[in-house]
């Protein structure tokens, strides 16, 4: 263990940093879309764009990683887009309150607010899962991963809580208040949180022999060689896949539901409850993943990567069975074997992404995982639309609401498939690429396994 590296009390640390970044966004994305669908009465369609909006601007991740490799420290990244998140956020609220007298000017202010959001979750998300890759123990990366996004799930159950009661009764000023209130203390956290935790020795860390140093200027030729690595990039296309297949299912889950499975709009609702549960329990199960006791492993971040996509992919068969059978099969255990699934393959490919990080010549951390975390945000803004896209066009050519559902949860077990294809994939090649060890240092993991 070096010296340098991260306990779980600075992991935790970072998880607080993770928890106020979501704080932020849980905000944005989910009150202001209420109020401008409901108390404003906008089309659903803006809000809608506004968060796609912010899901386009992360293509950025990749600039923002180059960013914090040319200096080597992380820390002024996450906290100068901690910065813009929450100005932005402030932004965002201001022009949801302009909206109600002036729908035009305040929609443009929002494209400003969003756009905001989405380069300060690049900034600050993107060096944060970096200096977790660089500063954590391989056996420890699953775990730290999953304590890291628990802490972020805290955040979002917290501050939706607090603020939902401090919104009510509502009024325009309030919510600017609130959301206001919450970008400034998820600011200040941040700011406690980070202080001395990463060092004034990071920006001249020790690197190894076939590290370069990174000069500025270079963002294209380092992206060109991140790119040219084939384990970087068949890790992008795994990441785009198999999140657009775990978006794909988020919007329709719940009209499903109610369309075929005869649910209540309340039951409707806590069926979210149900499948967050089953995450829950995946990421759990997953933060094992690498670790031993009593000279037994429990599977590694590849096995639980490709595994849990399996299982995906099983459960969306399940779902498919429920769409053609109706009230008859076991829906909300299927739901929940779906959630854990999700959890498990989701906390193991953030581990690998931990991982691969730090793999490959040249000290180009920062645009590898900017590669993947702009692959994630691509995914994730194309899923919904698609998931929903889809949903509406299998019900103008299946006469049965089922049968429609059926076809797309059958699609999205497909694309679960095809990312367990690319995760084995890419791990076979990674231990084909690894060669003979050097003598002076152990053997490089496989990109989807964990070190012992």
């Not at 990039?233 to 889950?253: K, T």
């Amino acid at each position: 263990m070096r010296s340098d590296d991260f306990g779980w009390g600075r992991i935790a640390r970072l998880g607080l940093v993770q928890a106020a970044l979501g704080a932020i966004v849980v905000l944005t994305t989910s009150t202001l879309n209420r109020v401008m669908v409901v108390e404003l009465a906008l089309p659903a369609l803006l809000p809608g764009v506004l968060v796609a909006l912010h899901y386009l601007v992360q293509i950025s991740r990749p600039r923002m990683g180059h960013g914090s490799d040319v200096g080597g420290r992380r820390t002024p990244w996450i906290v100068g887009g901690m910065a813009l998140l929450a100005a932005s956020g402030v932004v965002a609220a201001l022009a949801t309150v302009w909206m109600g007298t002036n729908p035009v000017a305040g929609t443009l202010l929002a494209m400003l607010g969003f756009a905001g959001i989405g380069l300060g979750v690049s900034a600050s998300g993107t060096s944060l899962l970096v200096l977790l890759a660089k500063r954590v123990r391989p056996d420890r990366r699953a775990g730290a991963a999953t304590l890291v996004w628990l802490m972020m799930i805290v955040g979002f159950a917290v501050t939706a809580g607090v603020a939902g009661k401090l919104l009510d009764p509502y009024s325009p000023a309030r919510l600017l208040a609130v959301c206001s209130g919450v970008s400034v203390l998820a600011l200040l956290l941040t700011l406690a949180a980070l202080a001395g935790l990463e060092g004034r020795h990071a920006g001249t860390a020790q690197a190894t022999d076939d590290e370069a140093p990174v000069a500025p200027g270079e963002f294209k030729a380092a992206m060109q060689a991140v790119w040219a690595d084939a384990r970087a990039r068949r890790f992008a296309i795994f990441v785009f896949v198999s999140m657009l297949a775990y978006s794909a299912q988020d919007l329709i889950l719940e009209p499903f539901a109610g369309a075929v499975m005869g649910y209540t709009p309340g039951q409707s609702t806590s069926l979210s409850g149900v499948q967050h549960g089953g995450v829950l329990v995946g990421m759990l199960m997953a933060a094992a993943a690498g670790r031993s006791w009593r000279g037994r492993r429990f599977g590694t971040l590849r096995g639980w990567t490709v595994g849990g996509c399996i299982a995906s992919a099983l459960a969306m068969a399940g779902l498919v069975v429920s769409g053609l059978v109706g009230q008859a099969f076991p829906f909300k255990p299927t739901v929940f074997v779906l959630g854990m699934a999700n959890g498990a393959f989701s906390i193991a490919a953030i581990g690998s992404m931990m991982q691969l990080a730090t793999e490959g010549t040249g000290s180009r951390e920062g645009v590898r995982m900017g590669l993947w975390g702009a692959a994630q945000a691509i995914a994730f803004g194309l899923g919904g639309l698609i998931g929903t896209g889809m949903s509406d066009l299998s019900r103008l050519l299946f006469a049965s609401p089922g049968a429609a559902y059926a076809s797309v949860f059958a699609l999205e077990g497909a694309m679960f498939l095809v990312a367990a294809r690319i995760a084995a994939r890419s791990a076979a090649a990674g231990s084909a690429a690894t060669g003979p060890a050097r003598a002076d240092r152990p053997p490089a993991a496989t990109p989807m396994e964990s070190s012992p």
